[in-house]
C-alpha cells in the first residue's frame, strides 16, 4: 500500500525557515518524480514543486511563488523527500502535500497524496 | 500560467446526476484530471486522462470533454459524495495548473 506521510509543519513568522519531511512506502521511491502541492485556507490546490525519479534528484522545478525561497530534495536511502521552505510570508500560510507523479506523454499528473501538514505563517 | 475555471458549488439530491465543469484554453490539446477531497482527508485521483478511472473508483464517477471544457459526472450521486473537487492539467508551456475546486453538496 502506497503512503506518503508528511511532518514539519508549524507555526513560524514571516522571515522564518522551516524544512518539511515526507516518508514514502509502499513504492519503489527512486523510480518516481515527487512533488509538493499546498492548499492556502479558503483557497484552491496549487502546484509548489517537483524533483525528478530516476534515482539522482537532479532535475527540479518551482512555481514561480516560490522561486529562490524554497528547495526541494530528496533521499532515496530514506525514501524521503523534504521542502525547504526559507523567507517565509504570510501568502505561504497552507497545508502542503506530499504528491507521487507520474507521466502520460508530455503531462505530469498526481496519483497518491499524503494528508498534509499545516504551514502557518504569522507574526 | 493558464487557469481552470471551475464552478464554487454545485448542488444536487442524493440519486440525481451531479456535473462539474473545467474550463481552459489548453483543455483540447491537454489531457484532464479529477481529484475528490474530502476535509481532513488526502485528495484521491478519481478520473485520469479525461475520462479513465483508476482501479477501486465506483462507476458512478466518469469522465468527457469538449472543446475547451472537462466535465467530471457523478451518475446518481450520493451523500457519501459529498467533498471538494478539482481538476487539473498542464498548460501548453507545461506548468501544473489546478481548477479552483467545486464543493458539491448532495441533500
Redesign the interface.
Known sequence: EVQ?VESGGGLLQPGGSLRLSCAASGFTFNNYWM?W?RQAPG?????VS?INGDGDGSSTRY?DAVKGRFTISRDNAKNTIYLQLNNVRAEDTAVY?CVRGLR?G???????????TLVTVSS | SSELTQPPSVSVSPGQTARITCSGEAMPKKYAYWYQHKSGQAPILIIYEDTKRPSGIPERFSGSTSGTTATLIITGAQVEDEADYHCYSTDINGNHVFGGGSKLTVL
Not at chain 1, 43 to 47: D, I, M, V
Not at chain 1, 106 to 116: N, R
Open positions: 506518503l512533488h502541492v483557497k484552491g490546490l496549487a502546484w517537483r512555481a502535500y502520460s508530455a503531462t505530469f499528473y498526481f496519483d497518491f497524496w499524503g494528508q498534509g
